[in-house]
């Protein structure tokens, strides 16, 4: 094929994958625009619920950076006689093993030590074991780097005063997010949805639960059956029955700090889980989403969103290595000035993700992360496509993928022995 040829195939290919990236893109200037106006029609929750009895689950596996988590529950400015706190253990590692029951042992009358003979269903399936031993109206949830903050029981349990509220999740935060360039780009992601997405959500009743950094009602929980032990992404698995059953959720902006990846294999891993997870509970309730009695149009219309919107990571990966194919195989003494404009003209249009995360920086004032950001969309943000590309045809073809634990960094400074 000669240049000539392969350069118009090249210029074919990025009209025809134009148009879908730029719908992509409107999207997300939709999403900021109304984010702002959900974010000032705030939410108001009256009456008091009081200090029902709550428990507390932080699940680990090989995580003493769990001790930490359990440390700072234990500083809740809620009852001591009103919540209990499972310390759910999965770990392999006995140093691990040791430190948990021991952290357990010294505080008999607030953290129970839960542990099974085996490892069915992972998180999800620890939780629902766990949960037949828990003593709380309400289940409250941190992963095992999170750090929660002494006033947290008593703010995630506020909406509850409402009979049909069946969850509520809080805000993410990230203790770790300068640590380099892969740990930026980790928390990017994460506070474009909280900061966005997440205000959109409260306000039409379709908040996805994150499986941690937040609560829900137990009753509800029961009556939909539990967690679904074969789900990757059981939280976002969890939000959609619940949803097509009629109940209430609600996100409260306050944060709570944790961690996110700093190494580019485990952020990719972790996107893979999730790229794939959320896409399985579309194709396993695609019915429900698409009919169910009790889901709105809005909330139909999100749920789709938030499954399946990686598969079109196709498109975009297609369409930004035929433009940069176009660029460099086209003559360079034949491009005029209108081609420049029109360049310049479809950066802007297919741009939307980009303002996005600028909108999302410049309202949490985190004006020296912009050029960071920029960059890591430019360069990660592709190869983060070629992942979802994995996950969401995986996930289409019903291909098994295999559950992994996110490290957590952290660890290393609880038994840094174990990480040597």
Partial sequence: MSDVDAYALSLLIYNATLLPVIFVSVFFVLLVCLSRVAGWQRIEHKGDIGTPFITVQVPAYNDPVAARCVEHCLRFDYPKDKFEIQLVDDSTNQKTRALLESLAAAHPDLIRYVRRDNRRGFKPGALQEATKHARGEFIVLFDADWIPQPA???????PFVDPNVAYVQSRQSFYNQTTNLISRFASYL??????????INNRINCVFFCGTGGAIRRSAFEAIGGWNTNSLTEDSDLTVRMLAKGYK?????FETPSEVPDTFEAF????????????????????????????????????????????TAFIVLVMTVAGMLGWFLGDPKLLTLGDFWKFSGNIVLTGGFLFAGLVTLATRRQWREMPHFVLAALTMGILLS??????????????????????????ENVLPDEYS
């Fill in 268 to 311: 990719l891993k972790q996107q893979l889980r999730w790229g794939y997870g959320n896409a399985r509970v579309f194709f396993d309730h695609w019915k429900t989403i698409l009919f169910g009695p009790k889901l709105t149009l809005l909330q139909r219309g999100m749920m789709g969103f938030i499954t399946i919107s990686n598969g």
């Fill in 190 to 199: 994460l506070m474009i949805y909280h900061t966005l997405t997440m205000p």
């Fill in 152 to 158: 947290f029981l008593r703010e995630i349990i506020k």
């Fill in 249 to 253: 959720s609600v996100y409260l902006p």
């Fill in 386 to 411: 070629g992942t979802m590309i994995v996950a969401f045809t995986k996930a289409a073809l019903n291909k098994p993928l295999v559950w992994e634990c996110t490290p957590k960094v952290a660890n």
